[in-house]
């Protein structure tokens, strides 16, 4: 039995901003050579032990490269998911609705990317727990997009 893919319905508007908001933070992965670097992308590199602050530092040190390329290796499958189906081709309406057909892989690299670009908006607005969050503040508009659409992949995904 093979696993079910998951449809993405986006219109081409959407589709060129999160392609857009994808490539800015692929640019942001490669321009940070260490996560302390940025508070936004050590957001992205938990402290795996935050009562040791040494300890913390050698994880961190021994596996935030490979996490923040799986990051960047995620959020270019979702370009390359965007850019296969022709979702966020520059021509067509920009209510024009298109179907983005994910395998359960590309669902989860999705799901991680839209997370991460979440938490790194977060970072930039200042919101450390939903308390922060103003949903009158038009600045949230991204953050809250995102947030919509990692909440029906998740569905989509759980109900298979």
Same mark, same amino acid.
Request: proline share 0%.
């Given at each position: 039995m093979s696993a079910a893919m998951v449809m993405l319905t986006i219109t081409r508007i959407e589709a060129r901003h999160l392609a857009d908001l994808m490539g800015q933070f692929v640019d942001l992965l490669q321009a940070t050579e260490d996560a302390a670097d940025d508070d936004a992308v050590a957001r992205l590199v938990p402290d795996a032990y935050p009562d040791d602050p040494h300890a +913390?530092? @050698?994880?961190?040190? !021994?596996? @935030?490269h490979e996490l923040l390329d799986r990051r960047r290796d995620d959020a270019n499958r979702v370009l390359s998911d965007l850019e296969a189906s022709g979702a966020s081709a520059a021509e067509g309406a920009d209510d024009a609705v298109v179907d983005v057909a994910l395998s359960p892989?590309?669902?989860? !690299?999705?799901? %991680?990317?839209? !997370?991460?670009l979440r938490l790194v908006i977060a970072s930039r607005l200042g919101v450390a727990d939903e308390d922060d969050h103003d949903p009158d503040d038009p %600045?949230? +508009?991204?953050?809250?997009w995102l947030g919509y659409r990692l909440d029906g992949l998740v569905h989509a995904v759980s109900a298979d």
């Open positions: +913390g530092r @050698e994880f961190r040190h !021994a596996t @935030e892989d590309d669902a989860r !690299a999705w799901m %991680r990317s839209l !997370a991460a %600045r949230f +508009g991204v953050y809250d």
